[in-house]
């Protein structure tokens, strides 16, 4: 039975059922339509799960024999700290590491199986965040997609966001780590989250000042916004637009009900108070 790591197999093969159908479908928005069908924002997010999903250098799937999902319970991970910045699942963004501690924390994912935790500390002036009261309980498992260093030594690493994930035990030596072990949301699928996830998206027209019905199609796509299909996706995708404090988007992270989640998004679009904040910074 296929899954989400034989997204590209399936990708060729809808590529070539439209081509018999005089349908011109290119591989790569073939690769996006697969990961949009697999609940998933784009093709980034899909890539970065398979990747997370094997070790590096490990060649392609065997197909045959179904392969088991990522554990769940806990594990150890290099962390990342950030400054002014909440990752949410499903995010991609590049981060600027200048701190020789999260260097360290690179290069051990780098070796092993590229999976971080991203974690908000609570004071961005903190220079070594290595205790429990320094950062915020709650983060999100992301996998390095790839790492280079710019001309002015600093290193820029680009992570796809994963699951959320509570820290459990800090491991604080070459480089900080923790013990963490997964957040499970509670009524992602339930009518009351579909029915908040409608309301959710007509709010954040007008919070945006964006008429989704008058955009064409690939518009809508370049915003990146799911349907209410997936009331946990919508939310996670909006949270981070929003024009709110730190705090706040912390908040949001930290609400593992989804019902509750899109309840605060809605509350927090009619109160309209922006309050922007600096660019990530690791």
């Known amino acids: 039975m296929r899954d989400f790591r034989d997204a590209k197999a399936m990708a060729q093969t809808l590529s070539e059922a439209l081509s018999a159908k005089s349908v011109s479908l290119s591989h790569s928005e073939s690769l996006e339509l697969i990961a949009r069908v697999l ?4 093709w980034n ?69 590229r999976r971080v935790l991203v974690v908000a500390q609570r004071q961005a002036t903190d220079e070594d965040p ?6 915020y309980p709650v983060g999100v498992t992301a996998s390095v997609i790839n790492c280079q260093t710019q001309v002015d030594g600093v290193l820029k690493v680009s992570v796809s966001g994963l699951q959320r994930a ?3 035990h800090l491991v604080n030596a070459d480089f900080l780590a923790a ?30 000042n964006i008429d989704f019905s008058s955009l064409p199609r690939r518009a809508k796509a370049r915003l990146g916004l799911p349907s209410i299909g997936d009331p946990g996706v919508l939310a996670d995708t909006l949270a981070p637009l929003l024009s709110i404090s730190i705090e706040q988007k912390q908040q949001l992270l930290e609400t593992s009900d989804v019902v509750a989640r899109l309840e605060k998004i809605l509350d927090l679009m009619k109160a309209g108070r922006p309050e922007n904040g600096p660019e990530p910074a690791g």
């Open 130 to 135: 290595g205790n429990l009261a320094s950062l």
């Open 39 to 42: 609940g998933l924002r784009d």
């Open 45 to 113: 997010v899909l890539a970065a799960r398979i990747q997370a999903s094997q070790p590096i250098g490990a060649g392609p799937r065997n197909p045959a024999p179904e392969a088991s999902p990522p554990p769940s319970s806990s594990a150890d991970l290099p962390i990342f700290p950030m400054r002014d910045f909440v990752l949410f699942p499903q995010m991609t963004v590049p981060v600027f590491v200048g701190r020789d501690k999260t260097r360290r924390a690179v290069e051990h994912a780098m070796a092993g199986d």
């Open 166 to 168: 509570a820290i459990l």
């Open 179 to 208: 013990e963490v072990a997964p957040v499970e949301e509670q009524r992602r699928q339930s009518a009351e989250a579909a029915a908040r996830s409608s309301a959710v998206l007509d709010t954040y027209q007008s919070y945006a």
